[in-house]
């Protein structure tokens, strides 16, 4: 796409190379910014040279993914002893609409900012208990549970100036067994309904639900609730809407079969 509006483009090395002036707009693999014109940007600030590490572990034995760390670097990461969770980077990943070339230069950072209702790095780092951590532009840092991050289909927390750094894993969500589910109407088409499980050492068991609804619905349960439960619950959730891809019921319908699978799935794994 030629972007006719684009007269500046620089590459972001430090902090403060990040404040922008006027019309500057951010860009990490720019895989959707260079998708369609833009018609209120006039300069573009490269973040792919701020040497973030791809992956990080962290303190608690958990996850640290750098927002510029690509989709093709995550699905990538070497199997780690203990880390159940892991087999979800690659079925999120497998779930975004895009090839292989995609991959090498989509970043789960820019795909949670982008906050579609399909994101698939939303709807893992979501389901993983992720928290994004947000350079701030008077040098402080916040912190926000992805969950919360995303507000709506396109629309999320963060403020004018603000850049999301990285999403944290916790060693609990990486140490779960995790199971996933998709759904859409077309064998190529973008995701209807995106389900994922995580069974928790403790007995706490998480559903979340993406795509189905504009922002993520995490349902945690301090132990495996019943299918009755779980299908009243998934049925009850806020937001199913309806759009060419898929109506607010079947949307509705199909999350609540997907997330009895899950449940099943993850049961019989610690079943004797």
Not at 31 to 44: H, K, L, M, N, R
Not at 69 to 87: D, F, M, N
Not at 180 to 194: C, E, P, Y
Request: charged residues 20%.
């Amino acid at each position: 796409m030629d972007l006719h509006t684009i007269t500046g483009y620089r590459y972001a090395r430090s902090r403060g190379d990040l404040r922008l002036a006027a019309g500057e707009r951010l860009v990490a693999g720019g895989t959707w910014f260079f998708s369609e014109p833009q018609v209120d940007a006039s300069g573009i600030v490269d973040i792919s040279e701020m040497g973030w590490p791809a992956l990080e572990d962290l303190p608690d034995h958990g996850l640290r993914i750098g927002a510029t760390c690509t989709i093709a670097e995550l699905a990538a990461l070497p199997v780690r002893p203990g880390w159940s969770a892991q087999p979800l980077f690659g079925a999120c990943a497998n779930a975004l609409l895009a090839s292989f070339k995609i991959w090498n230069v989509a970043t789960v950072g820019g795909n949670i900012c982008r906050s579609f209702a399909a994101a698939s790095m939303v709807s893992l780092t979501a389901g993983l208990d992720g928290v994004a951590v947000i350079w701030c532009p008077d040098g402080t840092d916040r912190r926000i549970p992805v969950a919360e991050f995303v507000t709506g289909n396109g629309t999320n927390q963060l403020r004018d100036g603000e850049v999301l750094r990285a999403v944290d894993i916790p060693a609990t969500a990486m140490q779960g067994h995790t199971a996933f589910r998709t759904i859409a109407l077309a064998d190529l088409g973008r995701s209807g309904a995106v389900v994922t499980g995580r069974h928790d050492h403790d007995g706490a068991m998480t559903i979340g639900v993406t795509a189905a609804t504009p922002r993520p619905a995490v349902l945690r349960y301090p132990s495996p609730p019943s299918a009755a439960r779980l299908h009243r619950d998934v049925s009850l959730l806020d937001g199913y809407y309806s759009d060419p891809l898929g109506a607010a019921d079947w949307r509705r319908a199909v999350s609540a079969v997907l997330a009895e699978e899950i449940r099943t799935e993850l049961l019989e794994r610690v079943a004797p």
